[in-house]
């Protein structure tokens, strides 16, 4: 007997109520260029047709496994499709990326020139509009301003990790109810695990939340949510971050958080070398 040997990638996406955003990731992914992956989805109970319109996707998708969740928490749903993985490398995508048809291919080879235990890729906006371009560009470098200052992070959108590491780090803290990703990246750091940002290729990351509740209150919003993240307060992720197609409300924000937040960065200024390494990321990211 043959024994069959493990795919690269695991693509492993947590779900919730995701009927019309989930289907266009998976119609990417039957896409790729480089098929050396299996795709597993992890459902919180949909109460829509998650699950059902992607059980449509198995014959494209021969590699698709469908979990069931009982709690609807996306750490919990991380960490059971990692449980069920076989692959070399796990990849979390959220269930509202879409991936351009070269994005896996173009991801295991920057991982064969440069290997890295954990890394995330730059975004792409949905659109083609100059606001949403400087949204992705203001999410890119803060990715690669808090890797400079010590602090990395990630988008838990599009989080990369050798699985032969992954339980080792620990997973994805369910407690956490804001920055789970950050803290799963900074959980692995710590333990002197190496995490490499990639540029290219990049994913393409929904903004639907900064269109449901509006940019700025939603920026503020995560502000205070980054706050009580640095200072170890309790998240209620249902009420404050809730997941899936059921975005957040636009409930008000306290500005004095956002005020404090703003006098933190101003009084840790990033030193000379960084400060230069930033301007020549600015610099790359506007010529794009």
């Known amino acids: 007997m043959v024994k069959q ?89 959220d269930a509202d990326n879409r991936l351009p048809k070269h994005f896996l291919e173009g ?34 470098l803060l990715t690669e301003t808090g890797f400079l200052l010590g602090t990395p992070g990630a988008l838990g959108a599009m989080i990369g990790c050798l699985r032969k590491h992954f339980g080792k780090i620990g997973g994805f803290n369910p407690e956490v109810g804001f ?18 940002i990639i540029h290219e290729p990049r994913y393409v990351y929904s903004l639907r939340r900064f269109r449901k509740v509006g940019t700025l209150k939603l920026l503020q919003k995560y ?5 009580k993240y640095i200072t170890n307060q309790k998240v209620d992720q249902k009420k404050e971050y809730p997941m899936g197609g059921e975005y957040l409300k636009a409930n008000k924000t306290q500005p004095e958080f956002f005020e404090k937040l703003q006098s933190i960065f101003i009084k840790k200024g990033p030193k ?9 990321l600015l610099s790359l990211e506007e010529s794009n």
Do not use: H
Request: with cysteine; proline share 4%; aromatic share 8%.
């Open 5 to 93: 040997s493990s795919p690269f990638f695991s693509i492993i996406i947590p779900a919730l109520n995701e009927e019309k955003s989930l289907p266009l990731l998976l119609k990417d992914l039957s896409n790729q260029t480089l098929q050396d992956f299996e795709v597993i989805l992890v459902d919180g109970q949909s109460k829509d047709k998650t699950v059902e319109k992607a059980k449509k996707f198995q014959k494209l998708l021969p590699s698709l496994t469908i979990l069931s969740s009982k709690i609807k928490n996306v750490s919990v749903q991380r960490n059971m499709g990692a449980e069920e993985a076989k692959g070399i490398c796990l990849l979390f995508n």
């Open 107 to 140: 991801v295991k080879y920057q991982q064969g020139v440069r290997p890295t235990d954990m890394f995330t890729t730059w975004c792409l906006p949905d659109s083609n509009k100059r606001s949403d371009k400087a949204i992705a560009t203001y999410l890119n």
């Open 179 to 196: 920055a789970e990703d950050t803290d799963f990246i900074r959980q692995g750091y710590r333990k002197g695990y190496s995490y490499s």
């Open 223 to 227: 502000a205070v949510l980054n706050l």
């Open 272 to 280: 000379k070398k960084i400060a230069d390494r930033i301007r020549a």
